[in-house]
């Protein structure tokens, strides 16, 4: 028989935690959202997404929002990063009100949205060309970008060379090459093996410490979520809404030893009983066909 741990509250939270949180309060108010809601129309009638978001992200924060499958999580992140139009609310950056895209913004999806016929480096130097940067500035910003993801030495290759870890860091050195103020990246290692995936969650990490930028980050990985974040907004479904804001307690700096921690270990559970209903209710209408003879019984 299996014991349960003996975990602390995850709203416990130790002094330095505290004081840190504390400062973050006290940090500019970066993004602002206001009611915000979207709707769909469907060939079935009208299906409202997202209901009543209100959240308030700090300069250089990094929160992350996780929920279960229709929650609205790609939902939020596209209208926030001016790819979609809210139905009703607002989203304010500095007070001022977004609608659209904009330069101030950066987005990083799961696929890496390469140009396969640019190298590496034209890759990275593509926005800053745009922007009016002359080629000379637009390469040496390029080249401190990919020193910055690692990947320096790879600048004259082409994305069909490299592997997915390697696509994805530049596709974020490409976003950061914009001076984003926020960066938003919709599930951005979900295509990744494991080990790749904990290369690029440190990657991330490196990146967010020594670039003044707020990071807004969607996943559904709990894991993720909890190493990498400071607060992490849990939405439920049908329609997507904010269920809690939760404060990561996990001390920083973040390293992979802290993924048996106490503390680690009871935000993991909070969100486990957040976002995944009881086994009955999982397997609910859920059609059970029998292929194996009887009697042959798995325990």
């Known amino acids: 028989m299996s014991r349960s741990l003996d975990l602390p509250s995850y709203l416990d939270q130790s002094k330095g935690v ?9 940090r500019p108010v970066k993004l602002k959202v206001e009611d915000l809601g979207k709707k769909f129309n ?10 009543k978001i209100n959240l308030q992200i700090h300069r250089r924060e990094f929160i992350t929002v996780i929920g279960p499958s229709g929650c609205g999580k790609t939902t939020l992140i596209r209208i ?6 809210p139905t009703s609310g607002k989203v304010l950056l500095e007070g001022r009100k977004m609608e659209g895209p904009g330069a101030e913004r950066g987005m990083v999806f799961q696929d890496y949205t390469l140009f396969p016929w640019l190298s590496v480096k034209k890759n990275v130097m593509f926005g800053p060309e745009i922007k009016g940067l002359g080629t000379l500035k637009a390469e040496a910003e390029a080249m401190e970008w990919l020193e910055m993801v690692g990947l320096a030495k790879f ?48 990657y991330l990490l490196k990146i967010w410490q020594n670039v003044d930028v707020t990071v807004f980050f969607v ?3 709990l894991d993720e979520a909890v190493y990498l974040s400071d607060r992490i907004l849990v939405l439920r479904a049908n329609p997507g809404e904010i269920d809690e804001l939760i404060e990561v307690p996990v001390p920083r700096p973040r390293d992979p030893g802290q993924f048996l921690t106490p503390e680690f270990l009871a935000t993991k559970k909070r969100l486990e009983e957040l976002i995944r209903p009881p086994e009955s209710a999982q397997n609910e209408g859920i059609p059970m066909i029998r292929l194996t003879e009887m009697g042959d019984e798995v325990e």
């Open 42 to 51: 469907t060939p079935k009638g009208e299906i409202l997404a997202l209901n």
């Open 155 to 202: 600048a004259d290759a082409y994305p069909g060379q490299l592997s997915g870890g390697m696509k994805q860091r530049v596709a974020i050195a490409r976003s950061l090459a914009n001076r984003p103020e926020i960066l938003f990246l919709d599930e951005p290692f979900g295509a990744l093996d494991a080990q790749t995936r904990s290369s690029m969650q440190a």
């Open 80 to 85: 926030l990063a001016g790819l979609d139009f």
């Open 219 to 221: 996943t559904h990985d």
């Open 18 to 26: 505290a004081d840190r949180f504390e400062k973050l309060r006290n």
